[in-house]
């Protein structure tokens, strides 16, 4: 395997994956923009090693397969990682799912099938995006939408997010405008009606509280 060989390979790697990586920071997950281009780069190099050892010595199609199945593997790890439970609410299973398909997708690149890769990708960019607004509208139970004004705090945000992460609550399209001393916050909650009232308590029981209102 030459040397342009693995460049081009380490490009596309980057391409794709970060592709996908800005989708996923775009939406502020924990596995980023630099999260899965380092997977897809990783599985890349790993198959295209096998390839190259099948090319170049007396290793069978049996060695590809192994280091195949320990990139899949060791992403099972990462992406366990990235999976939350809170209140019987688990979050993270979408992020530590695509970790799993850009694995798949680097160990495509690393074997040069290079079209279905590109084609991969555009499917788990129209998984990500467009499926995600279907769902919103037609799959989401409740979607609250937060207008809060707050005392200058420089915790607010930290103290919001532990409350949200407590009761099962995910949080999206957050927003921060300062007036004068106060602190306006906008967001939207996803949840069920049981945990958006206990939220709605947390959130009341917050000292620094001066305005409440929900649309």
Request: aromatic share 6%; proline share 1%; charged share 20%.
């Amino acid at each position: 395997m030459s040397l342009l060989e693995i460049i081009l390979k380490l490009v596309l790697a980057i391409a794709l994956g970060g592709l996908i990586g800005i989708e996923r920071e775009t939406s502020q997950k924990p596995a980023g923009f630099r999260t899965n281009i380092l997977v897809c780069i990783g599985s890349a190099i790993i198959m295209s090693l096998g390839v190259g050892f099948i090319k170049n010595s007396n290793a069978t199609l049996d060695t590809l397969s192994r280091m195949a199945a320990g990139v899949v593997t060791g992403i099972g790890f990462l992406g366990a990682g990235t999976i939350i439970h809170a209140r019987g609410m688990v979050i993270g299973l979408t992020t530590a799912s695509t970790l799993w398909v850009v694995s798949a997708l680097g160990l495509l690149i690393g074997a040069g099938y290079y079209i279905p890769a590109v084609i991969l990708t555009a499917i788990v960019m129209a998984t990500l995006v467009t499926f995600r607004k279907i769902e919103e509208i037609y799959l989401k139970k409740h979607i609250f939408h937060y207008h809060l004004k707050f005392k200058e705090s420089p915790d607010i945000l930290s103290k919001l997010r532990k409350i949200s992460f407590h009761h099962g609550i995910k949080l999206d399209r957050l927003s921060l405008k300062k007036e004068g001393e106060d602190l306006i916050i906008s967001f939207s909650a996803i949840g069920s009606e049981e945990k958006e009232q206990d939220f709605n308590e947390a959130l009341m029981n917050m000292g620094q509280l001066e305005e409440f209102r929900i649309e």
